[in-house]
């Protein structure tokens, strides 16, 4: 039973992890620990596994090969358990063009059984500063403002763990701030954060612990503070 013997501290201790699509090797004898309120960088060029690593430890693929937990689940045998726990914010705008911010977040907010929905929605509608805007439909909104909505339905059923697809890609530096400063504010109440980015400077702000990923493969796993030192 893979959940034997878990470190309560750990939100995700994978091993091994192998997956490939078709004769593609994606991603090859990967592990990986992240720490409950911990902010952890994964970086890589586009291609490198970043994607597909993050889908096998959500429970959203199933590896080849390896083993290992996500907040205490089995990874292989428990991935409906998982998938309940995580926020996954993905690359591409995954909420509904033509419903409004607020239809939105109350379709996240049904579909995850948040507790008080319309007090939390309400709430989440304040915090992403957008009160005033809630029937404004989701396809007219900027770049910057569907990732700050796409944010907040993330973080709307209050996950234990959030997986944050290159969040920053191509943002104006004050939506970018906003952003740093909502994951930090989430990791200060004990979510853990993986936060997916191509460049190391889209990290270094905000990341305890960064490994870099080529051709599948961890290259090196770093903590923030010695970077910051050889800097």
């Given amino acids: 039973n893979g959940t034997e013997h878990v470190d309560a501290d750990l939100a995700i201790d994978v091993e091994g992890l192998t997956k490939s699509f078709g004769d593609k090797v994606v ?25 597909t690593t993050l889908r096998m430890i959500c429970g959203l693929l199933t590896p080849d090969g390896g083993r290992g ?16 726990h995580v926020g996954y914010m993905t690359q591409k705008f995954s909420l509904y ?18 507790p008080n929905a319309d007090s939390a929605v309400q ?15 989701a396809r007219t909104l900027s770049g910057g403002w569907k990732q700050r909505l796409a944010l907040g339905a993330c973080i709307l059923p209050k996950p234990d763990l959030l997986l944050l697809d290159e969040p920053t890609e191509g943002l104006m530096p004050s939506m970018i701030a906003a952003i740093r400063d909502s994951v930090t504010e989430l990791r200060a109440q004990g979510v853990a954060i993986i936060l997916v980015e191509q460049r190391v400077d889209a990290v270094l702000p905000v990341a305890d612990r960064v490994a ?4 599948g493969r961890t290259r090196d796993t770093v903590d923030v ?3 910051h030192g050889d800097l």
């Fill in 27 to 51: 991603v090859r004898d990967l592990s990986m620990q992240v720490r409950r309120g911990q902010i952890y960088g994964f970086l890589g060029p586009n291609g490198s596994g970043k994607t």
């Fill in 69 to 84: 937990t996500c907040l205490g689940y089995d990874i292989l045998t428990e991935r409906d358990k998982i998938r309940r």
């Fill in 97 to 114: 063009e033509d419903l409004s911010i607020k239809e939105n977040l109350e379709f996240v907010a049904r579909l995850y059984g948040v």
């Fill in 123 to 137: 709430a989440s509608i304040e915090s992403l500063g957008l009160k005033g805007r809630e029937r404004q439909l």
């Fill in 212 to 215: 870099f990923i080529e051709n």
């Fill in 225 to 227: 503070e010695t970077l």
